[in-house]
Each structure stands twice: as structure tokens, then as C-alpha cells.
């Protein structure tokens, strides 16, 4: 019992480094501005002027209610997961695999899904954190990628009505020369209280949390194991004294 978890532990170690890397190969970014909770509405020129600054794509993400076709009056609250962006812009800094309608057509109803789950001309019903119900169409299915939702939608056109977001980032590649550390300092200071790091300190600082929480199980696991062993040395024991007594 106590091997089966150890065993686990030390292939999950091992994989540890090669899933960072392959993190970092579905990226085109040099720099991830991370902004936490905020309006889910973003500015998408925040960072137009900063000199250095090939494309910037913002990704807002946040949780939609997912109105059933057969019950349209009935939400489900937090039903999926929704991520707000300049589709364009991010297949710039990410390497994204794209299924049917190029980026260009994902606006307003026309979305983007992951493509796990979903296919082409799927259509559900969806709502912003705070507003009526809006029909939707899935013209796109994308994979690879990082940080994507369920959904990915059109910031530009696509009607958040002014709900909250779980979390914002920013995803940034540099023209050729730029100086990084003097872009990270003009991207603070235009998104004040935001985290800028480069894209492999923010890739393995993923990867690190994740790892956290599967270290997490597995010693649950192990702890879980330990406590079968002990108990079952002491049914041996209690058993072994029983019959020298009988």
C-alpha cells in the first residue's frame, strides 16, 4: 500500500519538468501581465502606445450561466467557464489549432469553443455574469493554447454587460530588440496592482501550482496508506495474542 502512492509521487516528479516545457511550446508571448478579479470589461488599447510591444491580447475570464435549449428560463448558475479576448490577436502569441471559421469571424454570437466537448454549429444559450440570456453559435473549435475557457468570445463585440471577472491576463510579445525589462516597467505602470513576468517564470509558475496540488493528494494518499498499514499490523497483533491465548 505504501509503494503504490511512492510510485506515483516519483513519476509525477519526472513529468514535472517535461510538462513546463511543453507549456512553453503552446506560447508565443515573451511577457504575461496578470491583473487578478476586476471589471470584466477590459481596456483593449491599455498597452497600444508602449513602445517595444508586437501584439498584446487580454484574456478577461469569468463564469457564465448556461441556459439549457430545452428550459430556457432556468439557469444554471456558473455553468461554464468564459474568456473574453481579441481572438486576433491572441492566435499572434499563442499557438492555437483552429477548427472551422478562422479567428476573424469569432464576434458577438459567433464563438469559440475548447475543443473538448464541443463540435462545430453547436448552439446553447449563455449570459454574462449580470445580464439576459443571448443565443450563441460555435463556429470554431480551438486547442493547444494556454489559459483558454470553455468558451472564448469577442471582447470587442461580444456583451460582458458590465458583469465581474475572476481573473484578467495579459499576454505579450515583444518586436525584435525591444528591451524587456523596460517594457515590464511600462506594462506595471499602465496596469497598476497587475504581476509582469516574463513567459517562463509565469509557465512555471503554472506548472509549480499544479504540481502543488497533486503533491497535495498524493501525501493524502500516503498518509491514507500509512493508516491502513498501522491498522492492519495492529488486527495482526490483536489476532496473533488472541490465539496464543486461546
Known amino acids: ?19 513546463t516545457v511543453a507549456f512553453n511550446r503552446t506560447l ?24 517595444g510591444i508586437a501584439v498584446a491580447a487580454p484574456m478577461s475570464m469569468t463564469r457564465a450561466d448556461w441556459f439549457p435549449p430545452a428550459d430556457p428560463e432556468s439557469p444554471i448558475g456558473g455553468g461554464v467557464q468564459l474568456g473574453a479576448t481579441d481572438p486576433v490577436a491572441l492566435s499572434r502569441v499563442q499557438h492555437l ?7 476573424t469571424e469569432v464576434k458577438g454570437t459567433k464563438i469559440a ?13 449563455l449570459t454574462g455574469p449580470a445580464g439576459k440570456p ?8 480551438l486547442a493547444g493554447g494556454a489559459a483558454l475557457r470553455e468558451y472564448t468570445v469577442d471582447a470587442t463585440t461580444f456583451d460582458l454587460q458590465g458583469g465581474q471577472a475572476d481573473h484578467r491576463t495579459w499576454f505579450i510579445a515583444l ?17 497598476p496592482g497587475a504581476t509582469v513576468q516574463d513567459v517562463a517564470t509565469w509557465t512555471q509558475g503554472m506548472t509549480d501550482d499544479a504540481n502543488r496540488q497533486v503533491t497535495t493528494s498524493l501525501l493524502v494518499m500516503i498518509g491514507g496508506s500509512c493508516l491502513l498499514a498501522v491498522l492492519a499490523i495492529g488486527v495482526s497483533l490483536m489476532t496473533s495474542l488472541r490465539e496464543r491465548q486461546d
Open 1 to 19: 500500500l505504501l509503494a503504490v502512492p511512492g510510485i506515483f509521487f516519483t513519476v509525477f516528479l519526472g513529468l514535472g519538468d517535461a510538462g
Open 28 to 51: 508565443n508571448a515573451d511577457i504575461v501581465a496578470e491583473q487578478g478579479a476586476g471589471p470584466a470589461t477590459l481596456d483593449l488599447g491599455a498597452l497600444a502606445d508602449i513602445p
Open 97 to 103: 489549432q483552429v477548427k472551422g471559421a478562422p479567428l
Open 113 to 125: 469553443a475548447f475543443a473538448l466537448g464541443h463540435e462545430l454549429g453547436e448552439r446553447t444559450t
Open 134 to 141: 443571448v443565443e450563441v453559435e460555435v463556429v470554431t473549435i
Open 175 to 191: 518586436e525584435p530588440g525591444a528591451d524587456a525589462a523596460q517594457v515590464k516597467d511600462a506594462i506595471a505602470q499602465a496596469l
